[in-house]
Structures are given as structure tokens and as C-alpha cells.
């Protein structure tokens, strides 16, 4: 953690802060060695980033601290003396100037490594190594180990996220402890950290697929593989966004562990005054990278300014592309009427009497910018983009949603708010009014219901994710009908409703198909297809098969296929023969 970050981290200190500020004990735990932690942690509370009563729990900080470990103290091997090391480098603490770590490199042995941190003290409190196994030299392997002040080990890891786990379960110790996991690096591992008297949650900040992927069949993120692959082992997933957490669940089936909460923002108690709105200002917020697509922003602003409209661009930010947007606007000749502004203290300021924020990003999880600009009464023009502006903009009433990379319908919109002062302060006092949904106090207040409702739940769900359901048979009957039989594998538990749940792929908006089993078969189920299936999903679109298992009120979605990928993939001709792919 630095004292420069993006939304996520500031998200993360922000539910702290508003966790302690209503009686709920918080901290924000990191894993990295930061020579200047002290005066970041300073820099924080200063910009009111952080509650001054907020800890920043470090693990260097922690072990270079504590001296007695949880398991029993040994010697050190110091396997790494076998090895020639030059040294590399040092890094000394900002505080007092006392060496936090020294990494050393071998001319030798190439691919291995070894570094050291430091007590202030001068002793060793961790090693952290990549040796040669002792049996195959031409690999290595990564040992992490503990030291006390005697030079004894007190816990080795085969992994920094082995001892990542290791750190956590000393600091949840005895007490009902909840994880909130912002980082999808520390969330590619911590699925797997259990403790009797924790809970964890993960946060999806942004989508779950690559770049222009479709959210229902592209390529996953690399950051989110994992935590998708290991859905089942977290108590709780959190979508900033419903139409995100719909997409996915409709991907990935519903484990009954995901919930809708949103960042909160805090805007001004007072709509401020529309008539000090200048009413050629716009606003685009954010770090001037591809994704955000700031140049389409700059076109639009043209479009409006060569239709006669007055008219001028703001842009608060920074970022890779500032050279290429500067080379834009000056091939434009729009020097007078786009000002670069850098990154601004007072963007809520800059909000109050702005008329339009214009977003033409390429995607979102949920746009920290929009929800400030409506919580400020500054109306929101957006491309329409997975995930975030079709959640929080009621069309034509707080803002407009635009289709993507559709110009001249963003340049109608923004000319109409420039130009008609009745309409935009219309939806000026909607967007404010409906920002109030979003206030601190209404998000802890969904943050406090998600975390006793996943503790209720927390044994019926782990029972639960047991439970597994495969395609083991299709059976076409003499009368025309489909009958699917479904193995099942119970995890011992007693279902109170089972029923399969066919839906149009894409398509959320088509109410599903449910129907329950018309026999049980040995291992599993039988289900008949209804037979008016294509009338109550008409066209001719793929039609994905769930199996749904409710018991104890906790209920659990699985996307129906085969155990293992087949060796061909059956399918039916149009004369209704049967064919291999």
C-alpha cells in the first residue's frame, strides 16, 4: 500500500473508517514490506483517507515486533550458507533508518535468491529463499521462515501465501473475525484460509472477464480465475453492481453466498444552488487510460461545439495517455475549451457547479466518478458498458444512458443539458435525491445484514457446496419428450426442494423454465423437458440448463454438464439424426 491508489484501496479505507466511526472494531490488514509505512499511514489521515483510529496492521511491522512465535522455537538450518550470494541491495526504513531487508543474488547458480528482513534491532526476523531442491538441483523450490531474536525458526512456509494464512489465523486469534478481501492477488489465495471463527468475503471491484469479452462466455480475467474456480469456498462474494451479480450468477450458477452492495459516497446535505452551475462546464473524472476512454469524451465535447452549443471540458486526472489526449485536442484546435487539471483535492467542489459528467469508458465494475457527480447534482451522461451506469442512471430522469461509441446521441444529450436549464435542473434534484441510496450510513447498514446473514448461514453453506449434480443420461421417450437425468452426489444432506432450472442464454429478462424431478433414479433424478419449451423461450438461441438445491433456506445453483469433457459432442441433425461434433 502507498499513498497513491485507485478506487478499490480507497474503497477499502473507506469501509474502515465508516465500520469504526459506527462500533464495529476495523483494521486493514497488508502483507508488503513498506520502508515508509509510518509516514504513509500519516499521509492517509491526513487527506482523511483514513480514520485516525484505523490500524494499518503490516505483517513486516507485526513480526519485526513480536517475539514469541505460535510454534515451537528450532534452529535454524541456514541452508542458504551453502550457496555463494553477492549482495544485491539494501532497503533501509524511512523512520530511523535501520535496514528493513537485503536481497542477495548468486553469479553462480542462476534463478535462486535470498533475502533478509530486519528488526530494528539489526536481528533477523525472516528469511525468504528460492534454493535448488536437494534432489533435482535444476529446480528450485521457495522457503519462507520465521526467526526469533535467538536466530531460532518459529514457523516455515513453503509459500509467502502459506505464511500469508499463517499470519491471519494469529491475528483472528479467539474472535468472530470477518475478512473483507478488496485485493484479487491476496483473493487468488485466501479462498483457501480457514479458521473456525472467521468468515470471509470477497469484493469484485471490476468485471470478471477480459477486456470486450462477453460477461456470460468470454475469457475470464486472469486476476479472477481462481477466485472463480473457488467460488463455493467463500462465505460471501460482493457485486458493486446488480448487473454484474446477475450476469455471474447466470454464468456460474448461484452458491447462495453472493449479494449486491455498492461503494458508498457522501455527497453534499444540501442540493447545491443550480443557478451558481456554470453552464458550459463539463467534467470527466478519472485516469486517462484506454479503458477509460478519455478521447471519445473530447470528440463528443467537438460534436457539441461545432453544433453552436457553448461549451467547455474539464478533465481531473492523469494518466499514460495525457500526451496523446494534449495531441488531440490540439489537432481538434480545441486548446480553448479542454483544460487538463491533474488530479484535484476538491473534486466535490468542481461537481457543485458543473451542469454534466460525461463517462465514455469501455467498461466499469462501478464508477466511483458517477455516483459523486450524482450525489452532487451534477447529471451523469454515460456510455451504456458493463456493469455500472445502467444500475445507478434512471434514464431520461437522473441521466442518460447512451449506446456505446454512439456520438451523436451523447452530443443530443449533453446539448440538451447545456441548453436547457428546466430539464437539467429537473434531473439535477433527481440524481441528488436518488444518491441518498447510497450514503455511508445506508451501505454499512447492507454491509451489517450480508455479514450476520452469511454467519447464520455459514455451516448449512459449507454442507451445501458438498453437493454436486452432473448430466449422466438423455433419454429420448416414445412420445417426442426429453427426459435428462441428473447424478447427484447429497453430502449427506436432506434437500427440501430440488428442481431443474432451464434459462435463455443472454437473456435475464426471459422468466426461466423450472421443473421438478418426475422420478428418482438410483444416484440422481429424472427430469421431462416440458414439451411447450420453445413457446415459453421462443427463438432459436442456446437454452442453459441449472440444477437448484434448497435446504435450511440456503439455496445453491449448479450449471448442469458432463464430469469430464467428452470425446465427441453429440448433436441432432435437422432430419433428427444423430451426429458427433
Same mark, same amino acid.
Given at each position: 500500500?502507498?499513498?497513491?491508489?485507485?478506487?478499490?484501496?480507497?474503497?477499502?479505507?473507506?469501509?474502515?473508517?465508516?465500520?469504526?466511526?459506527?462500533?464495529?472494531?476495523?483494521?486493514?490488514?497488508?502483507?508488503?514490506?513498506?520502508?515508509?509505512?509510518?509516514?504513509?499511514?500519516?499521509?492517509?489521515?491526513?487527506?482523511?483517507?483514513?480514520?485516525?483510529?484505523?490500524?494499518?496492521?503490516?505483517?513486516?511491522?507485526?513480526?519485526?515486533?513480536?517475539?514469541?512465535?505460535?510454534?515451537?522455537?528450532?534452529?535454524?538450518?541456514?541452508?542458504?550458507?551453502?550457496?555463494?550470494?553477492?549482495?544485491?541491495?539494501?532497503?533501509?526504513?524511512?523512520?530511523?533508518?535501520?535496514?528493513?531487508?537485503?536481497?542477495?543474488?548468486?553469479?553462480?547458480?542462476?534463478?535462486?535468491?535470498?533475502?533478509?528482513?530486519?528488526?530494528?534491532?539489526?536481528?533477523?526476523?525472516?528469511?525468504?529463499?528460492?534454493?535448488?531442491?536437494?534432489?533435482?538441483?535444476?529446480?528450485?523450490?521457495?522457503?519462507?521462515?520465521?526467526?526469533?531474536?535467538?536466530?531460532? +525458526?518459529? %514457523?516455515?512456509?513453503? #509459500?509467502?501465501?502459506?505464511?500469508?494464512?499463517?499470519? =491471519?489465523? $494469529?491475528?483472528?486469534?479467539?474472535? /468472530?473475525?470477518?475478512?473483507?478481501?478488496?485485493?484479487?492477488?491476496?483473493?487468488?489465495?485466501?479462498?483457501?484460509?480457514?479458521?473456525?471463527?472467521?468468515?470471509?468475503?470477497?469484493?469484485?471491484?471490476?468485471?470478471?472477464?477480459?477486456?470486450?469479452?462477453?460477461?456470460?462466455?468470454?475469457?475470464?480475467?486472469?486476476?479472477?480465475?481462481?477466485?472463480?474456480?473457488?467460488?463455493?469456498?467463500?462465505?460471501?462474494?460482493?457485486?458493486?453492481?446488480?448487473?454484474?451479480?446477475?450476469?455471474?450468477?447466470?454464468?456460474?450458477?448461484?452458491?447462495?453466498?453472493?449479494?449486491?452492495?455498492?461503494?458508498?459516497?457522501?455527497?453534499?446535505?444540501?442540493?447545491?444552488?443550480?443557478?451558481?452551475?456554470?453552464?458550459?462546464?463539463?467534467?470527466?473524472?478519472?485516469?486517462?487510460?484506454?479503458?477509460?476512454?478519455?478521447?471519445?469524451?473530447?470528440?463528443? +465535447?467537438? %460534436?457539441?461545439?461545432? #453544433?453552436?452549443?457553448?461549451?467547455?471540458?474539464?478533465? =481531473?486526472? $492523469?494518466?499514460?495517455?495525457?500526451? /496523446?489526449?494534449?495531441?488531440?485536442?490540439?489537432?481538434?484546435?480545441?486548446?480553448?475549451?479542454?483544460?487538463?487539471?491533474?488530479?484535484?483535492?476538491?473534486?466535490?467542489?468542481?461537481?457543485?457547479?458543473?451542469?454534466?459528467?460525461?463517462?465514455?469508458?469501455?467498461?466499469?465494475?462501478?464508477?466511483?466518478?458517477?455516483?459523486?457527480?450524482?450525489?452532487?447534482?451534477?447529471?451523469?451522461?454515460?456510455?451504456?458498458?458493463?456493469?455500472?451506469?445502467?444500475?445507478?442512471?434512471?434514464?431520461?430522469?437522473?441521466?442518460?444512458?447512451?449506446?456505446?461509441?454512439?456520438?451523436?446521441?451523447?452530443?443530443?444529450?449533453?446539448?440538451?443539458?447545456?441548453?436547457?436549464?428546466?430539464?437539467?435542473?429537473?434531473?439535477?434534484?433527481?440524481?441528488?435525491?436518488?444518491?441518498?441510496?447510497?450514503?455511508?450510513?445506508?451501505?454499512?447498514?447492507?454491509?451489517?445484514?450480508?455479514?450476520?446473514?452469511?454467519?447464520?448461514?455459514?455451516?448449512?453453506?459449507?454442507?451445501?457446496?458438498?453437493?454436486?449434480?452432473?448430466?449422466?443420461?438423455?433419454?429420448?421417450?416414445?412420445?417426442?419428450?426429453?427426459?435428462?437425468?441428473?447424478?447427484?452426489?447429497?453430502?449427506?444432506?436432506?434437500?427440501?426442494?430440488?428442481?431443474?432450472?432451464?434459462?435463455?442464454?443472454?437473456?435475464?429478462?426471459?422468466?426461466?423454465?423450472?421443473?421438478?424431478?418426475?422420478?428418482?433414479?438410483?444416484?440422481?433424478?429424472?427430469?421431462?423437458?416440458?414439451?411447450?419449451?420453445r413457446t415459453r423461450i421462443p427463438g432459436d438461441g442456446p437454452i442453459d440448463i441449472?440444477?437448484?438445491?434448497?435446504?435450511?433456506?440456503?439455496?445453491?445453483?449448479?450449471?448442469?454438464?458432463?464430469?469430464?469433457?467428452?470425446?465427441?459432442?453429440?448433436?441432432?441433425?435437422?432430419?433428427?439424426?444423430?451426429?458427433?461434433?
Amino acid at each position: 500500500m502507498n499513498d497513491t491508489f485507485g478506487g478499490m484501496t480507497a474503497m477499502c479505507l473507506k469501509r474502515a473508517s465508516l465500520f469504526h466511526e459506527r462500533g464495529v472494531p476495523s483494521a486493514v490488514v497488508s502483507f508488503k514490506a513498506e520502508p515508509a509505512f509510518a509516514s504513509i499511514r500519516s499521509a492517509l489521515v491526513a487527506a482523511k483517507k483514513l480514520h485516525p483510529d484505523v490500524p494499518i496492521i503490516n505483517l513486516h511491522e507485526y513480526y519485526a515486533s513480536v517475539v514469541e512465535g505460535s510454534a515451537p522455537a528450532r534452529q535454524d538450518p541456514q541452508d542458504y550458507k551453502n550457496f555463494e550470494w553477492n549482495h544485491h541491495s539494501s532497503t533501509r526504513r524511512e523512520a530511523d533508518g535501520s535496514i528493513l531487508y537485503t536481497e542477495h543474488s548468486s553469479r553462480i547458480h542462476g534463478g535462486i535468491s535470498h533475502r533478509e528482513h530486519f528488526r530494528p534491532d539489526g536481528t533477523i526476523y525472516l528469511t525468504d529463499s528460492v534454493l535448488p531442491l536437494p534432489h533435482n538441483p535444476q529446480k528450485t523450490e521457495r522457503i519462507l521462515r520465521l526467526i526469533d531474536p535467538q536466530g531460532r +525458526v518459529r %514457523g516455515e512456509f513453503a #509459500g509467502a501465501s502459506e505464511l500469508y494464512k499463517h499470519w =491471519l489465523a $494469529e491475528l483472528v486469534g479467539e474472535a /468472530e473475525t470477518d475478512v473483507i478481501v478488496d485485493s484479487k492477488f491476496s483473493a487468488g489465495f485466501l479462498w483457501s484460509f480457514e479458521h473456525p471463527l472467521a468468515m470471509k468475503f470477497v469484493n469484485f471491484h471490476s468485471t470478471h472477464v477480459s477486456a470486450g469479452e462477453n460477461p456470460l462466455t468470454g475469457k475470464l480475467s486472469d486476476a479472477h480465475q481462481s477466485i472463480i474456480g473457488n467460488r463455493e469456498n467463500w462465505d460471501g462474494i460482493t457485486f458493486l453492481t446488480t448487473s454484474q451479480r446477475q450476469a455471474f450468477v447466470e454464468r456460474f450458477g448461484d452458491q447462495g453466498n453472493t449479494v449486491v452492495i455498492s461503494n458508498p459516497v457522501d455527497g453534499p446535505d444540501v442540493l447545491p444552488d443550480f443557478a451558481k452551475r456554470d453552464r458550459t462546464k463539463v467534467l470527466h473524472v478519472g485516469r486517462f487510460t484506454k479503458g477509460k476512454n478519455v478521447s471519445e469524451a473530447i470528440e463528443i +465535447v467537438h %460534436g457539441v461545439a461545432s #453544433g453552436g452549443t457553448p461549451v467547455r471540458l474539464d478533465l =481531473l486526472g $492523469e494518466g499514460e495517455q495525457h500526451k /496523446e489526449l494534449a495531441e488531440l485536442v490540439r489537432r481538434l484546435g480545441m486548446e480553448d475549451l479542454v483544460r487538463f487539471r491533474g488530479h484535484l483535492e476538491t473534486v466535490e467542489d468542481e461537481l457543485a457547479t458543473a451542469r454534466v459528467l460525461l463517462l465514455c469508458s469501455k467498461f466499469e465494475g462501478q464508477s466511483l466518478a458517477l455516483l459523486e457527480a450524482q450525489a452532487a447534482g451534477c447529471v451523469p451522461v454515460s456510455y451504456d458498458v458493463d456493469f455500472g451506469p445502467r444500475d445507478v442512471i434512471q434514464q431520461d430522469t437522473t441521466g442518460f444512458l447512451i449506446p456505446f461509441q454512439d456520438r451523436e446521441a451523447a452530443v443530443r444529450a449533453m446539448t440538451r443539458l447545456l441548453t436547457d436549464d428546466a430539464l437539467c435542473e429537473e434531473m439535477s434534484r433527481n440524481a441528488f435525491n436518488l444518491a441518498k441510496n447510497y450514503t455511508s450510513d445506508e451501505i454499512f447498514g447492507q454491509w451489517m445484514h450480508a455479514l450476520d446473514s452469511a454467519r447464520a448461514k455459514q455451516s448449512a453453506r459449507k454442507a451445501m457446496a458438498g453437493i454436486k449434480a452432473r448430466l449422466s443420461a438423455i433419454r429420448f421417450h416414445p412420445d417426442g419428450t426429453l427426459e435428462i437425468e441428473v447424478g447427484t452426489e447429497m453430502a449427506g444432506l436432506q434437500l427440501d426442494g430440488l428442481e431443474l432450472v432451464l434459462t435463455q442464454r443472454g437473456n435475464p429478462d426471459t422468466p426461466p423454465v423450472k421443473c421438478g424431478p418426475c422420478r428418482e433414479i438410483d444416484g440422481g433424478f429424472g427430469f421431462l423437458i416440458p414439451t411447450d419449451l420453445r413457446t415459453r423461450i421462443p427463438g432459436d438461441g442456446p437454452i442453459d440448463i441449472h440444477v437448484r438445491f434448497e435446504t435450511d433456506g440456503i439455496g445453491r445453483t449448479v450449471r448442469l454438464g458432463a464430469d469430464r469433457k467428452p470425446v465427441a459432442y453429440p448433436f441432432m441433425t435437422a432430419y433428427g439424426n444423430l451426429s458427433f461434433k
